[in-house]
C-alpha cells in the first residue's frame, strides 16, 4: 500500500526574503517531532516560480489519526517554541487541500525512501511537478479511467512518470484549529518534470470536467525532503 490514504497539500505565502529562513526552521525543528505523534512528512518544497511561496505535503493514515496527531504536536512544547518564529516569516497558511488517494495504490511510494539528515546541504535535486484540477464534480471512475489510460502513459512514455494522484478528501476537517479548503472539487497529481500535464497533453475526457485552467506547480525538495524527485 503506498502513502498516504490522507494527504494535506500546504503552500504557504510568506514575507518577502523569508522562505529561506522558514525552510531552514522547518528542516531543523518541524519533521522528527511530527513524525513521532503519527504524521508522515512527505516533502517540502521551494516553488520555482514564487520565491515567497513554501509547498509541503503531510500524510496520515485516516482521519482519526490525523486529528490525534495534529492535536499532540500543535499543543506540543516544540511547536509553542518555535510558532512565533515560523509564524513570523508568513503572510497566509490556509492553502490548503485535505485530500485522499485516488486509488489504494495511487500514493506516493516511499519504500526504501531515507530522508535525509540533519545538516545535508541543499543540492540542485530534480523538480517534481504538482498539478491541481479544479473539478466541475467530483472526480468518479470515469475522469480517473480518462487520466490513468492518457495522462499516465504519456508522463511515463516522455521519462516524467506520475509518482501519486488524489482527489478531494469529502469528511469534515475534523482539526478546525487549521483550516483547508472545502467545498471544492479537485484533482491533485504529482509527476516528475517533464510530464504531460505541464505541457497541456490532458485526454478530452479530462478537458471537459475542469473548471478552470489547470493550476501548475514546479517545486525543487528542500534538503531534508524525503520525496526528491
Not at 33 to 39: F, K, L, R
Not at 191 to 200: A, D, L, P, T
Not at 209 to 227: F, G, M, N, Q
Request: glycine share 8%; hydrophobic share 35%.
Amino acid at each position: 500500500m503506498s502513502c498516504c490514504p490522507i494527504l494535506e497539500l500546504r503552500q504557504y505565502t510568506l514575507k518577502p526574503g523569508k522562505r529561506e529562513e522558514l525552510i531552514e526552521l522547518f528542516d531543523r525543528e518541524f519533521i522528527e517531532p511530527q513524525e513521532a505523534v503519527g504524521c508522515q512528512i512527505v516533502g517540502q518544497f521551494r516553488d520555482v516560480t514564487n520565491p515567497n511561496l513554501f509547498v509541503w505535503v503531510r500524510g496520515f493514515p485516516d482521519m482519526e489519526t490525523r486529528a490525534q496527531a495534529l492535536g499532540a504536536f500543535y499543543g506540543g512544547t516544540v511547536w509553542k517554541s518555535h510558532r512565533d518564529a515560523a509564524n513570523a516569516t508568513m503572510v497566509d497558511s490556509d492553502n490548503v487541500l485535505l485530500l485522499r488517494r485516488a486509488r489504494p495504490d495511487s500514493g506516493f511510494d516511499l519504500r526504501g525512501t531515507q530522508r535525509p539528515p540533519p545538516g545535508t546541504p541543499e543540492s540542485h535535486r530534480s523538480s517534481l511537478v504538482a498539478t491541481i484540477f479544479s473539478l466541475k464534480v467530483p472526480a468518479d471512475e470515469a475522469f480517473l479511467r480518462a487520466f490513468e489510460l492518457g495522462a499516465v502513459p504519456a508522463g511515463r512514455a516522455s521519462s516524467a512518470p506520475v509518482l501519486a494522484y488524489f482527489v478531494n478528501e469529502t469528511s469534515p476537517n475534523n482539526f478546525p484549529k487549521l483550516p483547508v479548503r472545502e467545498g471544492e472539487n479537485v484533482f491533485v497529481s504529482f509527476s516528475r518534470k517533464g510530464g504531460s500535464m505541464e505541457k497541456g497533453r490532458l485526454p478530452p475526457e479530462m478537458v471537459s470536467r475542469l473548471a478552470a485552467p489547470p493550476e501548475v506547480h514546479y517545486l525543487s525538495p528542500t534538503a531534508r525532503s524525503k520525496i526528491s524527485g
